[in-house]
């Protein structure tokens, strides 16, 4: 809007621009912004963007979103330009997320919203930094790194002057809450504002599938560049991945392997994204599924992939876990991970005035082992070394 215009006024050139609603295909299951149960801070809404539109544009314009550039996928920044990072590999998600809802007639925005937002509270060196966190925490509630998104996403971030937080709508939180599967009874009292008893929206069950195709794809394209997977024997013990690699082959015999490779990994996003789309639009079909309410009502996840392909793709994940995740590199690497950060936290624990002023200010409120975890969270792998450095080397400038 013109600055200094009220909404609709005549002299504003956009009131006279068509209106055009960005939902007005979306199928009768989908979650439309029109029904979210709002904020948690009151805001009035903006005049051409969705509530879900105006969520995903904080998040990427969210600290933590940017240092997702510089945080662990599989391989640590250093190793290359070329690896996934969680920035990356968040993109990708989304990318993905987009054509799944779509072609679902779900509200893509939200996807998109859930998919930027699912890895904000992701540590430094991926999951080996979640294991150290809650280690530490394992007498003040533990960590885990979609609870840490909440905590961002509602606290953490210090962007807004009217609230903490990102204040997002109540179906995008509701979503990182529960993407990854329904709330364990343990943690019923502390998500009781997200319905546990109830299924997500459908937009966000889609996520975490999405999430496993984004990142089984990219972490085969990085195993084979780095060397550290054999292209020969993940055919062999990997249909999912064979049959594609070897139509590549057939059809492009004078391409570079780079290129029949990438040929044979869109393949492979192909057959799982189809089969997850075909499945899905069954099982909505055979729960009579109408309204998004009854979305919530069901009595299962309503996504998913069919039993054979889930199967094979269970077999690709089982592959990646022995031959890459596991590999002597990257666990040689994870293990000096495991110990700058275990030093870290135990420096920040020993002697709280290392924080910064901002972090020690919040040790009251939240205690110490929680504002160490917040802080430890959020450092991206390149910060957390040079701050190991800054702590534990003499000739290194504090």
Not at 141 to 170: M, S
Not at 216 to 221: C, G, P, S, V
Request: hydrophobic share 35%; with cysteine.
């Amino acid at each position: 809007m013109t600055p200094g215009l009220t909404p609709g006024d005549p002299s504003d050139s956009l009131s006279a621009m068509p209106v055009i609603d960005p939902e007005a295909d979306l199928a009768p299951y989908a979650q439309r912004s029109g029904e979210s149960r709002g904020r948690q801070h009151a805001e009035v809404e903006h005049s051409y963007r969705t509530p879900y539109q105006r969520d995903r544009d904080r998040i990427i314009h969210s600290r933590a979103f940017r240092r997702l550039e510089y945080k662990t996928q599989v391989f640590v920044n250093h190793e290359g330009d070329h690896y996934r990072t969680r920035l990356t590999h968040s993109i990708e998600v989304s990318q993905i997320g987009r054509t799944v809802a779509s072609s679902l007639g779900l509200n893509a925005d939200l996807v998109e919203s859930l998919a930027l937002s699912h890895d904000l509270g992701h540590t430094p060196f991926g999951h080996l930094g979640e294991e150290v966190l809650d280690r530490m925490l394992e007498n003040s509630g533990g960590f885990n790194h979609n609870r840490q998104t909440l905590r961002i996403v509602e606290q953490l971030e210090d962007r807004y002057p009217g609230f903490p937080g990102l204040n997002l709508t109540w179906e995008v939180r509701e979503g990182i809450a529960k993407h990854s599967g329904p709330i364990p009874p343990a943690l019923a009292a502390e998500f009781a504002a997200y319905d546990p008893d109830r299924q997500p929206s459908l937009e966000a069950q889609l996520l975490d599938l999405v999430d496993e195709i984004a990142y089984n794809h990219h972490d085969i394209d990085d195993g084979l560049d780095s060397g550290l997977l054999d292209e020969e024997a993940l055919c062999a013990a990997v249909p999912l991945f064979a049959e594609p690699m070897a139509e590549a082959r057939k059809a492009w015999p004078d391409a570079t392997v780079k290129q029949q490779r990438s040929e044979a990994l869109r393949g492979v996003i192909n057959t799982l994204v189809s089969d997850l789309i075909r499945t899905t639009r069954g099982n909505i079909r055979e729960a009579g599924i109408g309204t998004s309410a009854d979305v919530r009502m069901a009595d299962r996840w309503l996504v998913g992939l069919s039993g054979p392909l889930a199967e094979r793709n269970a077999a690709l994940k089982a592959y990646l876990r022995g031959h890459l995740y596991r590999h002597q590199r990257i666990e040689r690497m994870m293990d000096k991970a495991r110990r700058i950060l275990t030093a870290l936290c135990q420096r920040y624990l020993d002697n709280p005035r290392l924080l910064p002023a901002d972090d020690l200010k919040r040790v009251e409120s939240e205690g110490l082992h929680r504002a160490v975890a917040d802080y430890v969270a959020g450092m991206t792998d390149r910060y957390a070394t040079e701050e190991y450095l800054r702590l534990f080397d003499p000739s290194v400038r504090v």
